[in-house]
T-cell receptor, first 111, second 118 residues
């Protein structure tokens, strides 16, 4: 799996968009970018994933640069419940493909 | 999304005893399940990959005789911590992938089990 780099922490005001960056400059052509988050003392929660096109679902949007060396997870209207550690992972798909968690970004949403 | 459960959510045991943790996929069949461990303020570390009907594949440095994994059905995997010691105290989390969802299926995580060994 390609190494990913994320800022250790970020703050965001409630109601504003939270933009979480991730660098994956060594990503290979068959690796997807996955985003998970972990709220304190819970199991990780899947958010979104993509290969090269931008993706959007009910939780977030994923913007991947054209060269695929970086991506941004966007929470359009952050709430206090979005406070969590967000993990960006680059990995191949497949039933046995593993997820390697880095240190992630601790997002603190404030009033 | 798919639901993965774990039981128990918390367990306290005495040093030297064994503890079994169950991981179930509630609404899908999971040919592959994964077991992670997380120490306080640290990230998740993959311990092993559990394949239905076959032996688990352990990550480097994880003792297979200490952490016994059984994946006897498409909806259940168990992790048994044998002869537990205080240093085994941790947050254990399982995940599963829907075997029928194709190559793009994401992993779904259980809520975790907090083990405290006295």
């Amino acid at each position: 799996d390609a190494k990913t780099t994320q800022p250790p922490s970020m703050d965001c005001a409630e109601g504003r968009a939270a933009n979480l960056p991730c660098n994956h400059s060594t990503i290979s052509g068959n690796e997807y970018v996955y985003w998970y988050r972990q709220i304190h003392s819970q199991g990780p929660q899947y958010i979104i994933h993509g290969l090269k096109n931008n993706e959007t679902n009910e939780m977030a949007s994923l913007i991947i640069t054209e060269d695929r060396k970086s991506s941004t997870l966007i929470l359009p209207h952050a709430t206090l419940r979005d406070t969590a550690v967000y993990y960006c992972i680059a990995t191949r798909t497949g039933t046995a493909s593993k997820l390697t968690f880095g240190t992630g970004t601790r997002l603190q949403v404030t009033l | 999304g798919a639901v993965v459960s774990q039981h128990p959510s918390r367990v306290i045991c005495k040093s030297g005893t064994s503890v079994k943790i169950e991981c179930r996929s509630l609404d899908f069949q999971a040919t592959t399940m994964f077991w992670y461990r997380q120490f306080p303020k640290k990230s998740l570390m993959l311990m092993a990959t559990s394949n239905e009907g076959s032996k688990a594949t352990y990550e480097q440095g994880v003792e297979k005789d200490k952490f016994l994994i059984n994946h006897a059905s498409l909806t259940l995997s168990t992790l048994t911590v044998t002869s537990a010691h205080p240093e085994d105290s941790s947050f254990y989390i399982c995940s599963a992938r829907d075997g029928l969802a194709g190559l793009r299926s994401e992993q779904f995580f259980g809520p975790g089990t907090r083990l405290t060994v006295l």
